[in-house]
């Protein structure tokens, strides 16, 4: 018997290298990538931003971005299978929702072991999902770079 029955796992990245240690794990244990989703939340551009007032930067383009990015990491012939979102707002909301939507069966997150003040100001996106989430979440936090 498995501790985690399922085919439809949820590794969110924030291009930390927690997180890409929480997708590698996850990919050297499921090991078909067709199983696992990786998700990637933008926050939303404030009219104020630079390239938004300048009209050189757009959602479109921050999408591109990302995905240029994780396939320098991750090229597609090696995880040709592996399927990445981009979604755009409240990272914790936007897991858990697409989590939900999707009927995702596990949740696989990085946890960057924030404690106090920086905690406090900086919020947890990992703790707001453990609380949130209606599948189980495992949280990844690699002991020796703290």
Request: net charge neutral; glycine share 4%.
């Amino acid at each position: 018997m498995s501790l985690f029955v399922g085919d439809r796992v949820l590794v969110p990245i924030d291009f930390s290298q927690d997180s890409f240690k929480a997708l590698d794990e996850t990919l050297n244990f499921i090991k078909d990538p067709n199983k696992i989703t990786v998700i990637h939340v933008l926050l939303p551009l404030e009219s104020v931003d630079p390239g938004v007032i300048w009209s050189t930067l757009n959602n479109e383009t921050r999408e591109h971005n990302v995905k240029n990015s994780f396939y320098e990491r991750y090229p597609k012939s090696l995880v040709n299978d592996l399927k990445l979102v981009i979604k755009i707002g409240n990272p914790s909301l936007e897991i858990v929702d697409y989590a939900q939507k999707n009927n995702i069966d596990l949740i696989v997150i990085a946890s960057h072991g924030r404690t106090g003040l920086n905690r406090f100001l900086l919020g947890s996106v990992t703790e707001k999902v453990v609380r949130l989430a209606q599948c189980p979440v495992l949280v990844w936090r690699d002991y020796q770079s703290v």
